[in-house]
């Protein structure tokens, strides 16, 4: 990333669409335009942590209403939401928090949600190896609600489920009944 060349270009940016950066209060925004922009497209690091599965334990494991924020890659506007994350464990288990950190791995980006929810998906059944993946995200996207068509109040909801929650429909409505995404 380049903040100089970013800074100059929001500044650049502002300037083509009227909006003088000439007052104290404004001097300072192509700045923090790089700054903010820069922050929503840089993912943290995180450590893959597994544990071995000791007990056998076979059943969903669930992590619900993962706050979720990302930039549409149409009009670089935020998307914002939640989450829902699970998957059936086989030999071994991940350590809860890595289910955010990979969802935020995949956000820090210019995104389109069906692709963010695939991609959140195909890493955690890639890297754990899992009987079944879920994903279910549901956003609002201010391009959508704000501007264009100000569908005010509209989210948008997509899912991917993999493997034993693809496969068994059993698994799929509990996860669905579990996250109050069942309709
Ligand atoms: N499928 C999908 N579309 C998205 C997402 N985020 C934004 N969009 C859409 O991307 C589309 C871009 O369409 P364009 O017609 O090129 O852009 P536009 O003229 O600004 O369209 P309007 O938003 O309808 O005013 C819009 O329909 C957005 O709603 C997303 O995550 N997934
Ligand atoms: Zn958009």
Redesign the pocket.
Known sequence: MDLAAAELAAGRFLEALGISTDSESLRGTPGRMARAYAELFSPRPFDLTTFPNDEGYEELVLARGIPLRSV????LLP?VGTAHIGYLPGARILGLSKLARVLEHFACRP????R?TKQVADWLDGNLAPRGVGVVVEAE?T??TL???QATGTT?VTSTFLGELRADARYRAEFLSLTGTAG
């Open positions: 549409c890659e149409h009009h998307f995104q389109v949600q069906e963010l996207h391009c959508m501007r264009g068509v948008t």
